[in-house]
């Protein structure tokens, strides 16, 4: 399945980098972040908030 994800230019730039299969590198990176940290999927009239390091980054 594909889809549009607007990430910043930065963060693209880190996983084109690493080559070939970037797409799945970054799939991967992100599926392990929710393993991590599984959002809140029963208050779908909230945004949840996600913490990475000091920035925070609502959904």
Do not use: C, Y
Not at 25 to 53: I, Q
């Amino acid at each position: 399945m594909s889809r549009e994800v607007l990430t910043d230019a930065d963060i693209v730039a880190a996983f084109r980098e690493t080559g070939d299969g970037w797409e799945t590198r970054m799939n991967d990176a992100l599926r392990a972040f929710l393993k991590e940290h599984p959002l809140d999927t029963n208050n779908a009239s909230r945004k949840p908030a996600l913490h990475m390091g000091n920035q925070e980054i609502t959904t």
